[in-house]
């Protein structure tokens, strides 16, 4: 096959480098210089398709290995991922996609078909933590490891957890930081979590280290926390945000409040974008179902209105592109394993995803925000900030 003009247009729009088009029939450079990379194209990419959705084309081209890219695709996805407000995407089209509905039958179904993988599956990657959020690394050597248990504990200590109290973890995932919790402070914890596979491995977790008295995890919606009868001295949420929609973000709050004592502090770990934005096709229809990134700006405009004041705001956005990177090499060295367990399409998905979302991250396309608050205002709290 040929290359066409409006193929070499459009690539070179959202790729601001010199690269390498290459078909059977043909080898096409694009853009003026040494090109810094070569794709090729097994099969024609639909102009229909590509003036729908950038991202759905490309990427499905890639799951399907009628794209290729030689080299390391992180690299390749970094030099134009800071390119994606040029990327095209047919809001009509893709209404049903990109405006799912928010009601608990649907975001349940939605969450679950992300995190019900597989436990299995996620340890072959994941680090002994089970940890599936950005880590915190302190120190350049730490390692994968090193900066989620790192993380949690920056976390912990912005709470400043006193024994004896009540911590709730929204969206509690395996239950590390619970745990973690309950080790260093001696409190009460409880999990919540929509993934009946992550509430399993969690109570077994609990179970080995002895902790079945201090830990409880429950498989509930947070929009259950206000009529739970529930209340707790704190409150975390690390990665869950995401998925409640926009819609959903004031009943979010008003839920954390309805169960979170008056003084008591709430930390909100999220992924955040500089502007509100409905989500990306391809990840919304293969990695995260219904997943909406927040804007900074309209998560802090909604906090005077449960009276939550504002304590500290700290962003871990190159925190978050190296613990993809991390993420993507533990998955590299498995892959074989992972080909076996999950098949090609669904491995070469997955890398995708990795990497390109550690070069969104990169380009600063998404942030990762921690946000601490108080649940009105609290004089007792350290005059200096704690970490």
Same mark, same amino acid.
């Given at each position: 096959?040929?290359?066409?003009?409006?193929?070499?247009?459009?690539?070179?729009?959202?790729?601001?480098?010199?690269?390498?088009?290459?078909?059977?029939?043909?080898?096409?450079?694009?853009?003026?210089?040494?090109?810094?990379?070569?794709?090729?194209?097994?099969?024609?990419?639909?102009?229909?398709?590509?003036?729908?959705?950038?991202?759905?084309?490309?990427?499905?081209?890639?799951?399907?290995?009628?794209?290729?890219?030689?080299?390391?695709?992180?690299?390749?996805?970094?030099?134009?991922?800071?390119?994606?407000?040029?990327?095209?995407?047919?809001?009509?089209?893709?209404?049903?996609?990109?405006?799912?509905?928010?009601?608990? #039958?649907? @975001?349940?179904? $939605?969450?679950?078909?992300?995190? +019900? %993988? =597989?436990?299995?599956?996620?340890? &072959?990657?994941?680090?002994?933590?089970?940890?599936?959020?950005?880590?915190?690394?302190?120190?350049?050597?730490?390692?994968?490891?090193?900066?989620?248990?790192?993380?949690?504990?920056?976390?912990?200590? #912005?709470? @400043?957890?006193? $024994?004896?109290?009540?911590?709730? +973890? %929204? =969206?509690?995932?395996?239950?590390? &930081?619970?745990?973690?919790?309950?080790?260093?402070?001696?409190?009460?914890?409880?999990?919540?979590?929509?993934?009946?596979?992550?509430?399993?491995?969690?109570?077994?977790?609990?179970?080995?280290?002895?902790?079945?008295?201090?830990? $409880?995890?429950?498989?509930?919606?947070?929009?259950?926390?206000?009529?739970?009868?529930?209340?707790?001295?704190?409150?975390?949420?690390?990665?869950?945000?995401?998925?409640?929609?926009?819609?959903?973000?004031?009943?979010?709050?008003?839920?954390?409040?309805?169960?979170?004592?008056?003084?008591?502090?709430?930390?909100?770990?999220?992924?955040?974008?500089?502007?509100?934005?409905?989500?990306?096709?391809?990840?919304?229809?293969?990695?995260?179902?219904?997943?909406?990134?927040?804007?900074?700006?309209?998560?802090?405009?909604?906090?005077?209105?449960?009276?939550?004041?504002?304590?500290?705001?700290?962003?871990?956005?190159?925190?978050?592109?190296?613990?993809?990177?991390?993420?993507?090499?533990?998955?590299?060295?498995?892959?074989?394993?992972?080909?076996?367990?999950?098949?090609?399409?669904?491995?070469?998905?997955?890398?995708?995803?990795?990497?390109?979302?550690?070069?969104?991250?990169?380009?600063?396309?998404?942030?990762?925000?921690?946000?601490?608050?108080?649940?009105?205002?609290?004089?007792?709290?350290?005059?200096?900030?704690?970490?």
């Amino acid at each position: 096959m040929k290359t066409d003009s409006f193929l070499t247009e459009y690539l070179g729009n959202i790729i601001p480098c010199t690269f390498v088009l290459k078909t059977d029939e043909e080898t096409t450079t694009v853009g003026k210089g040494t090109p810094e990379f070569t794709v090729t194209l097994n099969k024609p990419l639909s102009k229909k398709e590509l003036l729908t959705s950038t991202s759905l084309a490309l990427g499905e081209a890639y799951m399907h290995k009628d794209l290729e890219v030689d080299g390391d695709l992180y690299e390749v996805l970094d030099k134009f991922m800071g390119q994606m407000g040029k990327f095209t995407t047919n809001k009509s089209v893709l209404h049903k996609l990109l405006f799912t509905s928010s009601s608990k #039958k649907n @975001q349940a179904k $939605e969450v679950t078909s992300h995190y +019900d %993988i =597989g436990n299995d599956f996620y340890k &072959l990657w994941l680090d002994e933590t089970m940890s599936y959020s950005c880590g915190y690394f302190k120190e350049a050597s730490d390692t994968l490891y090193e900066a989620q248990v790192n993380k949690v504990h920056h976390i912990l200590d #912005k709470l @400043q957890l006193q $024994e004896g109290q009540t911590l709730l +973890d %929204i =969206g509690c995932g395996w239950g590390f &930081l619970l745990m973690e919790a309950v080790k260093k402070y001696k409190v009460k914890g409880v999990g919540i979590t929509l993934s009946t596979e992550q509430a399993k491995e969690f109570e077994e977790r609990a179970r080995k280290a002895g902790m079945e008295d201090s830990l $409880e995890v429950k498989v509930m919606d947070y929009r259950d926390l206000e009529k739970s009868g529930m209340a707790f001295d704190r409150a975390v949420s690390v990665g869950m945000i995401e998925h409640v929609g926009r819609d959903n973000y004031q009943t979010f709050m008003k839920n954390v409040d309805a169960v979170l004592k008056p003084q008591g502090l709430f930390l909100l770990h999220c992924i955040t974008a500089q502007k509100e934005h409905p989500g990306d096709p391809w990840i919304r229809k293969y990695i995260f179902p219904g997943g909406t990134v927040p804007s900074l700006r309209e998560l802090v405009n909604l906090l005077p209105d449960y009276n939550f004041y504002t304590l500290d705001i700290e962003s871990l956005r190159r925190h978050y592109n190296r613990t993809l990177l991390c993420w993507r090499d533990n998955f590299t060295a498995r892959r074989e394993e992972i080909m076996d367990m999950m098949g090609e399409e669904f491995t070469r998905m997955w890398e995708l995803y990795l990497d390109s979302c550690a070069a969104t991250f990169h380009n600063g396309i998404i942030d990762l925000h921690q946000i601490l608050v108080s649940k009105g205002v609290n004089n007792d709290l350290p005059m200096r900030r704690v970490v």
